[in-house]
């Protein structure tokens, strides 16, 4: 048998196939297992919504989307899967707040603008008033 020190915790311990003691590696499964688990329930989990959510260091959930345990989307994903919660069409990564343009164009028709055209002007002059307005401009 060959004793060798945790790596997580350092604690000596006889080393079989891992280089973690069976203490840690119990930490690690259960985190693991909570990690699945919240994954399931939210499959659009981000790596830092986990990390806050479940209080689980960051490299630990690499190690186990690298070692194919665990499944994460990444961030190009999940600007890909925004969808618009009215039509369900998807978002662009310029489209700010739930709703696609057609969408907050067409709300603001029913507003009573006149034009599709107007009602951009008229929500744009809006935005720019609240400081919200991001258009991109170099
Ligand atoms: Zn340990
Ligand atoms: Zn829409």
């Known amino acids: 048998m060959a004793l060798?020190?945790?790596s997580r915790?350092?604690?000596?311990?006889?080393?079989m196939h891992r280089d973690v003691c069976p203490k840690c590696y119990e930490e690690e499964e259960e985190l693991l297992?909570?990690?699945?688990?919240?994954?399931r329930d939210n499959r659009q989990a981000?790596?830092?919504?986990?990390?806050?959510?479940?209080?689980?260091?960051?490299?630990?959930?690499?190690?186990?989307v690298?070692?194919?345990?665990?499944n994460l989307i990444t961030t190009e994903d999940q600007?890909?899967?925004?969808?618009?919660t009215e039509c369900g069409r998807k978002l662009k990564e310029t489209d700010v707040g739930a709703i696609c343009k057609t969408c907050q164009l067409k709300k603001l028709m029913?507003?009573?603008?006149?034009?599709?055209?107007?009602?951009?002007k008229e929500e744009e002059k809006k935005?720019?008033?609240r400081g919200m307005y991001f258009k991109k401009r170099d």
């Open 4 to 6: 060798a020190n945790c």
């Open 9 to 15: 915790c350092g604690r000596l311990f006889n080393k």
């Open 33 to 39: 297992r909570q990690t699945q688990d919240y994954l």
């Open 46 to 64: 981000h790596l830092f919504e986990i990390v806050d959510a479940l209080d689980i260091e960051q490299w630990m959930i690499e190690k186990w």
């Open 66 to 70: 690298k070692e194919k345990r665990i």
């Open 79 to 84: 600007k890909a899967v925004r969808q618009c």
């Open 110 to 120: 029913k507003k009573g603008a006149q034009s599709p055209k107007a009602a951009e």
């Open 127 to 129: 935005e720019e008033a």
